[in-house]
């Protein structure tokens, strides 16, 4: 995964792992730009929810 903070981006990218790095569903086959709300799956028994700060901010100030 890569982050430019002057961007406020991110990148992730599957060096050619055995198990797969999936975006969505979707195989990563070259890099990705990820966006708010991603499902990144590494292998079969790993996931994670992208969030951007800007979002998780904003989230905890409605609470």
Do not use: C, H, I, Q
Request: overall charge positive; glycine content about 10%; cysteine-free.
């Amino acid at each position: 995964m890569r982050f430019d903070g002057w961007k406020r981006a991110a990148w992730l990218r599957d060096p050619g792992s055995t198990n797969g790095t999936l975006v969505n569903g979707v195989a990563v086959t070259s890099e990705v730009a990820l966006a708010d709300g991603n499902v990144v799956s590494l292998g079969d028994e790993t996931a994670f929810l992208f969030r951007r700060t800007e979002t998780l901010y904003a989230l905890v100030r409605t609470r």
